[in-house]
C-alpha cells in the first residue's frame, strides 16, 4: 500500500493564506488529488494534479507537488469562514486511492 | 462529475443484527468503491465493486462481514453484517470517472451499533 500523511490542526485568520502539506510514499503515483469534507457532509474534489506537473491554480487553490520529495501542498488564497472543514489528500495506486488523515482548518473572523 | 445518493443516510442498529446500505449513480460506471470512516479518521477502502465480477476486499475486511453487490453499472450495495459497536462508522460508496481516475463520493451513511 501506500502511506499518506498530514498534520492535523491548522488554524489561520480570514483573509491570510492557508497551506496545507501533504506526503507520500508511493511515487508510482500517477495522480494526487485534495479533498474537502465538512461536517457531517461527504467528500468534495477540490482539485487534482497529475504527477508530472509540478503546479496547477485553479481560482483560490493553488497545488504545489516535488515529486522529488513526494510533497504535496495546497494553498488557499484570502481564507474565507467558509473554507473551515478538514481537508484531505489522496494519492491512486492501481485505481485504489489512499488518503491522509486529514487536516482540520480552522479560519477565525 | 456524477451525482451519488447513499440510503439510509443514517441508521441507529443493535448489536448482532445486519444493515444493508445502497449506492444510486446517476450514469453508468465501471468501478465503485465503499469506504468506512471512523469518527474523527480518515477513509479506509473496504472493497472494489465491478459490475459482473466479485468485489474485491482490501486487507483486513472479508465479504462474510461485509458482502457487496453490483447488479449494473449504476447501483450497488454494501453489507454489513453482524454488527459490533466497532463498526460504528460512516460508510461511503465513490465511483471513479474521467480520464485522471479522479473519484467522487457519496454523501455517507452514518451507522451507530449499540
Known amino acids: 500500500g501506500e502511506d499518506v500523511e498530514q498534520s492535523l490542526f491548522l488554524s489561520v485568520r480570514e483573509g491570510d493564506s492557508s497551506v496545507i502539506n501533504c506526503t507520500y510514499t508511493d511515487s508510482s503515483s500517477t495522480y494526487l488529488y485534495w479533498y474537502k469534507q465538512e461536517p457531517g457532509a461527504g467528500l468534495q474534489l477540490l482539485t487534482y494534479?497529475?504527477?508530472?506537473?509540478d503546479m496547477k491554480q485553479d481560482q483560490r487553490l493553488t497545488v504545489l507537488l516535488n515529486k522529488k520529495d513526494k510533497h504535496l501542498s495546497l494553498r488557499i488564497a484570502d481564507t474565507q469562514t467558509g473554507d473551515s472543514a478538514i481537508y484531505f489528500c489522496a494519492a491512486d495506486n492501481f485505481n485504489k486511492f489512499y488518503f491522509g488523515s486529514g487536516t482540520k482548518l480552522n479560519v477565525k473572523p | 462529475s456524477a451525482v451519488i445518493s447513499q440510503k439510509p443516510s443514517r441508521d441507529i442498529c443493535q448489536r448482532g443484527t445486519s444493515l444493508t446500505i445502497q449506492c444510486q449513480v446517476d450514469?453508468?460506471?465501471?468501478?465503485m468503491f465503499w469506504y468506512r470512516q471512523q469518527p474523527g479518521q480518515s477513509l479506509t477502502l473496504i472493497a472494489t465493486?465491478?459490475?459482473?465480477?466479485?468485489?474485491?476486499?482490501e486487507s483486513g475486511f472479508v465479504i462474510d462481514k461485509f458482502p457487496i453487490s453490483r447488479p449494473n453499472l449504476t447501483f450497488s450495495t454494501l453489507t454489513v453484517s453482524n454488527m459490533s459497536p466497532e463498526d460504528s462508522s460512516i460508510y461511503l460508496c465513490?465511483?471513479?470517472?474521467?480520464?485522471?481516475?479522479?473519484?467522487?463520493f457519496g454523501p455517507g451513511t452514518r451507522l451507530t451499533v449499540t
Open positions: 465493486a465491478n459490475q459482473g465480477s466479485e468485489a474485491t476486499y
Open positions: 465513490s465511483v471513479s470517472r474521467g480520464g485522471t481516475g479522479e473519484q467522487y
Open positions: 450514469s453508468q460506471v465501471t468501478m
Open positions: 494534479i497529475f504527477s508530472n506537473m
